[in-house]
């Protein structure tokens, strides 16, 4: 049964963009989330991304039960594509998007246009739960702030990078689009949107749930797209650089090469299934690094890390790869 205000203006419609890829398993659990939102003025565009399963048949049952689903068919071209296939529909003055194998709270749609409306924001935040398939949940914070934008705060545009927990202005995306055939797209992309919004808000409660499925944690394949991740923040500052060259938030974004680039693809590398692979992806990484970020012994983020984490990226910069994978695997 689904739960609604009645005494709520439903005039403004949302768009609910999803993502489809050979999720059978999972896609009706998201459709039923979708449908079940408290505002139901709602355009649903379910992008079926070239899927081999029985996906679509699963998409074709909900659009013939509910008229605000529209199935969009493409070839096979990855989430971005998806996305910004479904960008190119969307009708809504407000955008949002959900991975077809996540869900979204009753009110999650409510919630966050409830609170760009009120403020007259062009982007609303939420915070998010991991779900993982042992029953676990891990809570993530969406940023810690009330309302603001990058110029009074530069701080926002390192703020929890999905771009699911959100729901966005549908203009913004006017001269933004998420890059095609790479990795990090939401790294790539929520940055600048962020920066670009003239007030962004927080809603402090968990409203999007992402599936955390089991083998995409730990000991997984690694090639050169993991460096998609440089990619991904230079294009931030290419952005930011060409819409008002901020000073102090392309200093922000500085700190993603060692968030990222230093310790999220280092831990990535040690995690790698194939052994042999781990100390030349080390030395590659820190070669981009250094590069991309030669002064990023002196950033902030390393400054203030923990003894042990100091100890480790001293050895990357050292370029003791040995000790670094050993201090890992203790």
């Given at each position: 049964?689904?739960?609604?205000?009645p005494?709520?203006e439903?005039?403004?419609l949302i768009?609910?963009i999803i993502?489809?890829?050979?999720i059978q398993e999972y896609?009706?659990?998201c459709m039923?989330?979708v449908?079940?939102q408290t505002?139901?003025n709602?355009?649903?565009l379910?992008?079926?991304d070239g899927?081999t399963?029985?996906?679509r048949?699963i998409?074709?049952?909900?659009a013939?039960?509910?008229?605000r689903i529209?199935?969009?068919?493409q070839e096979?071209g990855g989430?971005?594509d998806a996305?910004?296939y479904g960008l190119?529909?969307a009708?809504?003055?407000?955008?949002?998007?959900v991975d077809?194998?996540d869900?979204?709270?009753p009110?999650y749609?409510?919630?966050l246009?409830?609170m760009?409306?009120s403020?007259?924001a062009d982007?609303a935040?939420c915070?998010?739960?991991y779900?993982?398939?042992?029953g676990?949940t891990e809570f993530?914070?969406?940023g810690?702030?009330?309302?603001?934008?990058?110029i009074?705060?530069p701080?926002?545009v390192l703020?929890?990078?999905?771009?699911?927990?959100?729901l966005y202005r549908?203009?913004?995306?006017?001269?933004l689009?998420f890059?095609?055939?790479?990795l990090y797209?939401?790294?790539?992309?929520?940055?600048?949107l962020?920066?670009?919004?003239s007030?962004?808000?927080k809603?402090?409660?968990?409203l999007?749930?992402?599936?955390?499925?089991?083998g995409?944690?730990?000991?997984t394949?690694?090639?050169?797209?993991?460096f998609?991740?440089?990619?991904?923040?230079?294009?931030?500052k290419?952005?930011v650089?060409?819409h008002g060259n901020?000073p102090?938030?392309?200093?922000?974004?500085n700190?993603?090469?060692v968030?990222?680039g230093?310790d999220?693809?280092?831990l990535k590398i040690k995690?790698a299934?194939?052994?042999?692979?781990?100390?030349p992806?080390?030395?590659?990484?820190?070669?981009?690094?250094?590069?991309e970020?030669?002064?990023?012994?002196?950033?902030?983020?390393v400054?203030k890390?923990g003894?042990?984490?100091?100890?480790?990226?001293?050895?990357l910069?050292e370029?003791?790869?040995?000790?670094?994978l050993r201090?890992y695997?203790?």
């Amino acid at each position: 049964m689904i739960y609604y205000y009645p005494d709520m203006e439903e005039k403004t419609l949302i768009t609910v963009i999803i993502p489809v890829y050979n999720i059978q398993e999972y896609i009706g659990a998201c459709m039923k989330s979708v449908l079940a939102q408290t505002y139901r003025n709602l355009q649903i565009l379910a992008v079926n991304d070239g899927s081999t399963d029985h996906s679509r048949e699963i998409l074709e049952k909900y659009a013939s039960e509910d008229s605000r689903i529209t199935i969009l068919d493409q070839e096979n071209g990855g989430l971005s594509d998806a996305r910004n296939y479904g960008l190119t529909k969307a009708e809504g003055e407000f955008v949002c998007f959900v991975d077809g194998d996540d869900t979204i709270a009753p009110t999650y749609a409510e919630d966050l246009l409830l609170m760009v409306q009120s403020l007259t924001a062009d982007i609303a935040v939420c915070d998010m739960e991991y779900h993982y398939e042992d029953g676990k949940t891990e809570f993530s914070s969406g940023g810690t702030f009330s309302h603001t934008n990058a110029i009074n705060w530069p701080e926002l545009v390192l703020i929890n990078n999905s771009a699911c927990n959100k729901l966005y202005r549908t203009s913004l995306f006017q001269d933004l689009q998420f890059p095609k055939g790479k990795l990090y797209e939401d790294l790539a992309t929520v940055p600048s949107l962020l920066y670009s919004a003239s007030l962004v808000s927080k809603v402090n409660k968990p409203l999007y749930f992402y599936r955390q499925r089991s083998g995409s944690i730990r000991h997984t394949s690694i090639d050169d797209r993991i460096f998609d991740i440089y990619d991904a923040i230079d294009r931030n500052k290419g952005y930011v650089i060409a819409h008002g060259n901020d000073p102090e938030v392309l200093e922000q974004l500085n700190h993603l090469y060692v968030i990222h680039g230093l310790d999220a693809i280092t831990l990535k590398i040690k995690d790698a299934e194939d052994k042999e692979k781990r100390i030349p992806y080390l030395k590659k990484n820190m070669e981009i690094l250094k590069q991309e970020y030669p002064d990023f012994m002196k950033d902030p983020y390393v400054k203030k890390a923990g003894f042990r984490k100091k100890i480790i990226y001293n050895f990357l910069a050292e370029g003791n790869y040995k000790m670094v994978l050993r201090l890992y695997d203790r």
